[in-house]
């Protein structure tokens, strides 16, 4: 059985390039990822989807909607979201068509708002409308583009590769009910958004910038 990777204890910085044909002086991209709890657990793996669903489901949600209307990027990346393809949850969020030089500002704006979600009550029944359009996600045979079979296969291979159960990842009703439960606490998705993102020091900002002469040299390479 493989042993978790070490946890970092601050938020990692990593630039690099990647190859345009022109360069442009808004072709930057700035993604963000945070490591959360195991994929195999029935209970972090509806919370990350939960989380996801509020802060990134549709225009109206608050970090959706920043990184919609900022002026310091063109649009949303294509990354948003959850991965739970891995043995641990990654939540993701990001921009294309960033100025260079402008990942300090944006982060601070993806950090006011993630803050501001902290100090803001929420409307209950947004809450539960979220956890049901979770359920009926999962309970939806015909929900996705790949047959409902594989779609649970998809769910529990990190349980069986990490050997853990497979079962409560095959119905995640008892773990919907327990969120269900959680919400009605004013303090809970506050919790959830600092334990997840805020004071999870265990994730990364990644800066791409475009280079024109990149393909050249790994050409010559």
Sequence with gaps: MSVPEDRFDSLREVEAMYAVDEFGSRRTHVAWAWVLGECADADNFVEAHFLSSLLL????????????TTELANAPSELCGIDDSTRNLVFMCGVEGAGSGSARDLQDGVWKVLESCCREALDITALEATIDRLEMEQRDIGN??????????????????????????LDLGPALTKLRRAISNPGFVAGLIRRSLLENTHSVRVVMNPDATKAKRDLAE
């Design 57 to 68: 489901e549709h225009s109206a949600s608050p970090l959706q909607h920043y990184l919609e």
């Design 144 to 169: 996705g583009t790949f047959p409902f079979g594989l779609q649970l296969m998809g769910r529990i291979l990190p349980a069986a590769m990490y050997r853990r159960a497979p079962e409560p990842l």
